[in-house]
Every structure is written in C-alpha cells, then in structure tokens.
C-alpha cells in the first residue's frame, strides 16, 4: 500500500523480528516444563488487552489491533504503566531471596531439549524433537 522501501524495509524486519522472538521465547518456556507449560500460562490481565498509543500527536491509526470488543485504548499512557518509577529495579526481602534462589534451581533450563513448537510449525518447518 505504500512505494516507501525504507518503511517496506523496516515493517519487513519487524514483523521478523516478531517471529523469531516468539521462537526463542516458546523454546525457552519449554525448556523449564513442567513449571511452565507453553499456552497454560495466562497473560498479566491488566495488560492482555490494553493498547497503549506511544504516537506522538493524533494520528494514530485505529483497527482491530487495538479499538473493539476486548481492547481498551489508553491515548496517553504515563511513562511507566505498571505504576512504577520506570527504573529498572527489583527490592526483595531476605525471604523472598531464599524464595527465590529455590524458584531458579526448580526453573532452570534445560538446554538439551529442543522440542517442537507452535512457531516451528507456522514456519513450516518440520523439525525433530530431541529430548
């Protein structure tokens, strides 16, 4: 819809871009089973199914990516939209760190497998399993 190469160009890598992030991060939600298993997971619902318009002025376009049943629009969102500071910083207790630190152990990776998944499938790819 457009003669523009550079914009064809860069919506091109994105939209690649996309993909292969969803490869790498399907892989790695496997590779934690059974604490994770890919699809059981909900979304955080305070932002499954919010939109946050980051134009700069009032031409951002509207469709069903981000206005319809489901959707609510936030035309502008504060810089941070968890509530935050928008630092990067996490506080937890001496507790929590036990907490957590047994968390890592029972989610650590498992790098040897490199099952199947939906991403390897919608690329058309017909991959062996290896477990």
């Known amino acids: ?13 994105l939209v690649t871009r996309e993909i292969a992030h969803q490869k790498s991060f399907e892989k790695a939600l496997h590779s934690i089973q059974p604490n994770f298993p890919q699809g059981k997971l909900p979304g955080v619902p305070e932002f499954t ?3 946050y318009n ?3 002025g009032d031409d951002a376009p509207r469709g069903p990516w981000n206005e319809g049943p489901g959707w609510e629009f936030v035309e502008m969102p504060e ?5 935050g500071d928008g630092l990067a910083n996490v506080r937890v207790s001496e507790n929590e760190v036990e907490m957590l630190s047994a ?3 029972r989610t650590a990776f498992a790098t040897e497998t490199n099952p199947v998944t939906g991403a390897d499938l919608g690329a058309g790819k017909d991959t ?3 477990k």
């Open 103 to 105: 968390m890592a152990s």
């Open 49 to 51: 199914n919010v939109y």
């Open 79 to 83: 810089p941070s939209v968890d509530g």
């Open 54 to 56: 980051m134009s700069n």
């Open 1 to 13: 819809m457009t003669d523009d190469t550079g914009f064809k160009e860069a919506l091109g890598f």
């Open 128 to 130: 062996a399993v290896s």
